[in-house]
């Protein structure tokens, strides 16, 4: 086998191997490309790769990104440090986005948002399958609606780890 880059792969801790040649990019496996793996969680091998068309300039530590919703412009902030997506109720009513009841019966009690600030925002709604478009990306998010606290939208690792982000 020819050597390669190294890769963790499946392999036990510390084991660094060999990356064979045309492996699967998502399980290291031989006879499949990732596009059509079968560990795959997303099903997807497509990549969002977020660049300054995407950003706003104006914001130096924090990464805004221009997008919409139906027709509506949106500025959304990518926080890695945010479990899910959030929009505003005030957005979603804008929006005219069909909002639906978390299933309390399930979680017990509303699912508690905590920002920045510390103070928890308690949220019972969501608005499922929501279509937005960045750039020239497109597809399908949900969002939990809560107070934000001045942004209109907050995306998290919910999103970046359901469509591939590299920031």
């Excluded at 795959?40 to 919409?68: D, H, M, W, Y």
């Amino acid at each position: 086998m020819k050597k390669g880059a190294p890769f963790k792969g499946s392999q036990t801790k510390g084991d660094l191997g060999v990356k064979p040649k045309g492996a699967c990019f998502n399980c290291n496996e031989v006879g499949h490309y990732s596009k059509d793996c079968p560990k795959s969680k997303t099903g997807s091998s497509k990549v969002l790769v977020l660049n300054a068309n995407l950003a706003q300039p104006e914001c130096n530590r924090l990464i805004f990104l221009k997008g919409k919703i139906a027709k509506w412009d949106i500025l959304c902030l990518l926080d890695t440090k945010a479990s899910h997506n959030f929009i505003t109720l005030e957005s979603a009513e804008r929006m005219e986005l069909h909002l639906e009841e978390l299933h309390l019966e399930e979680l017990k009690a509303p699912i508690e948002v905590h920002f920045a600030d510390g103070v928890p925002h308690p949220t019972t709604l969501q608005a499922k399958g929501v279509p937005l478009q960045l750039g020239n990306w497109r597809g399908k998010v949900d969002l939990l609606v809560s107070t934000l606290g001045g942004m209109d939208c907050i995306l998290g690792m919910e999103f970046i780890t359901q469509n591939n982000v590299l920031i």
